[in-house]
């Protein structure tokens, strides 16, 4: 029987990196597969891990309808044993709905990748609806790790550097932070939750750190 499976962690837990590996796991045994992500950090229809593999896939943008699409393919003579899906958290509450129709009515195996929460620690909404309906969830076990050495659980969103706690919830950026950013460019930090209620960054804890302490008699 096939099945709708969910794979998540917080960024730099492998996510693209299993997914791509699956894909040619099951490519390797002569199956057939299709490639979809949305926002990803390398740019439109590419699945990127950060370990630096890459692979052109299917874009899918709010509109896409994952049932027509699949229906339409298989009527004009396609094979398709498995979909993989990554930044699955992205996917609106429809297109999850269809990946588990497609499961159920046509026996087409179907992984997906995504984070659980936004920067606001609320989930996503592709993410919800998978933990509703897949059929496993599963949380990856390369652990990513916050600053502290702590195993990270949150995404913190940063602008210049700031964490930020409000704003769109899709905004494209990546975990590496560049010295040279423009201001205004976002990047992400992985964080416990700890660290993450008390919004202290790796910057902002090296900061706290090399501030003079004040003599007692202060």
Same mark, same amino acid.
């Not at 899918?60 to 229906?71: E, G, I, N, Q, S």
């Not at 496993?136 to 706690?165: F, N, P, Y």
């Not at 976002?186 to 416990?192: I, K, M, Q, S």
């Given at each position: 029987?096939?099945?709708?499976?969910?794979?998540?962690?917080?960024?730099?837990?492998?996510?693209?990196?299993?997914?791509?590996?699956?894909?040619?796991?099951?490519?390797?045994?002569?199956?057939?597969?299709?490639?979809?992500?949305?926002?990803?950090?390398?740019? !439109?229809?590419?699945?990127?891990?950060?370990?630096?593999?890459?692979?052109?896939?299917?874009?899918?943008?709010?509109?896409?309808?994952?049932?027509?699409?699949? !229906?339409?393919?298989?009527?004009?003579?396609?094979?398709?044993?498995?979909?993989?899906?990554?930044?699955?958290?992205?996917?609106?509450?429809?297109?999850?709905?269809?990946? /588990?129709?497609?499961?159920?009515?046509?026996?087409?195996?179907?992984?997906?990748?995504?984070?659980?929460?936004?920067?606001?620690?609320?989930?996503?909404?592709?993410?919800?609806?998978?933990?509703?309906?897949?059929?496993?969830?599963?949380?990856?076990?390369?652990?990513?790790?916050?600053?502290?050495?702590?195993?990270?659980?949150?995404?913190?969103?940063?602008?210049?550097?700031?964490?930020?706690?409000?704003?769109?919830?899709?905004?494209?950026?990546?975990?590496?932070?560049?010295?040279?950013?423009?201001?205004?460019?976002?990047?992400?930090?992985?964080?416990?939750?700890?660290?993450?209620?008390?919004?202290?960054?790796?910057?902002?804890?090296?900061?706290?750190?090399?501030? /003079?302490?004040?003599?007692?008699?202060?």
């Amino acid at each position: 029987m096939a099945e709708l499976r969910f794979y998540t962690g917080p960024m730099d837990s492998g996510k693209s990196t299993l997914a791509l590996q699956t894909d040619h796991n099951r490519a390797a045994r002569g199956l057939a597969g299709r490639l979809f992500t949305v926002h990803d950090r390398a740019g !439109v229809a590419q699945v990127s891990s950060r370990l630096g593999l890459t692979r052109e896939a299917i874009e899918v943008p709010a509109d896409f309808d994952f049932w027509h699409y699949t !229906v339409d393919a298989l009527t004009h003579g396609a094979r398709i044993d498995y979909f993989i899906c990554d930044e699955a958290q992205f996917y609106t509450t429809r297109q999850i709905d269809d990946l /588990a129709k497609i499961v159920d009515e046509l026996q087409i195996d179907v992984y997906c990748f995504g984070i659980l929460t936004d920067f606001r620690t609320k989930l996503f909404e592709g993410s919800q609806r998978l933990v509703e309906l897949a059929d496993s969830t599963q949380l990856l076990q390369v652990e990513a790790l916050c600053w502290c050495g702590k195993r990270a659980t949150h995404q913190a969103r940063l602008e210049d550097g700031i964490m930020v706690t409000e704003g769109d919830v899709i905004v494209v950026g990546d975990t590496d932070a560049d010295p040279g950013a423009l201001p205004g460019e976002v990047t992400y930090e992985v964080l416990c939750r700890q660290h993450h209620r008390r919004q202290l960054t790796a910057g902002r804890a090296k900061a706290v750190s090399l501030t /003079a302490e004040p003599l007692p008699f202060a």
